[in-house]
């Protein structure tokens, strides 16, 4: 059964920096296109990053340029770095896995992905 669970969510003031993990089970990050979205209150849920099976990354958006995707093959973990924040980052982060096994089929949209996990909160106060 796949799993995936967030940590690291919380309170920031703008300008912070803040690092949420991705616990995976069931599956092989490693072998698999994973990827972090983003929920706002109101709002759609929107592709922030993602890595495919070889490392290769993407990040869209507002995100380019302040957050990073990364992954431990070996605790089989997803990480997002996030700098520079800023108050409209707040919502409520969800990790994201794919069956898809390669690039041509990862990316940032939520009909690429198959298994989300509950999210994590973050708020980012002015």
């Given at each position: 059964?796949?799993?995936?669970?967030?940590?690291g969510?919380?309170s920031v003031?703008?300008?912070?920096?803040l690092?949420?993990?991705?616990?995976?089970?069931?599956?092989s990050?490693?072998?698999?296109?994973?990827?972090?979205?983003?929920?706002?209150?109101?709002?759609?849920?929107?592709?922030?990053?993602v890595i495919?099976?070889?490392?290769?990354?993407?990040?869209?958006?507002?995100a380019k340029?302040?957050?990073?995707i990364s992954?431990?093959?070996?605790?089989?973990?997803?990480?997002?770095?996030?700098?520079?924040?800023?108050?409209e980052?707040?919502?409520r982060?969800?990790?994201a896995?794919?069956?898809?096994?390669?690039?041509?089929?990862?990316?940032p949209?939520?009909?690429?992905?198959?298994?989300?996990?509950?999210?994590?909160?973050v708020t980012?106060?002015?």
């Amino acid at each position: 059964q796949v799993q995936l669970v967030e940590s690291g969510g919380g309170s920031v003031q703008a300008g912070g920096s803040l690092t949420l993990s991705c616990a995976a089970s069931g599956f092989s990050v490693a072998t698999h296109c994973m990827g972090w979205f983003r929920q706002a209150p109101g709002k759609e849920r929107e592709g922030l990053a993602v890595i495919d099976s070889d490392g290769r990354t993407a990040v869209v958006g507002s995100a380019k340029g302040r957050f990073t995707i990364s992954k431990d093959n070996f605790k089989n973990t997803l990480d997002l770095q996030m700098n520079s924040l800023k108050p409209e980052d707040s919502g409520r982060y969800y990790c994201a896995a794919s069956v898809c096994h390669n690039h041509y089929c990862c990316f940032p949209e939520r009909r690429a992905m198959d298994y989300w996990g509950k999210g994590t909160q973050v708020t980012i106060s002015s």
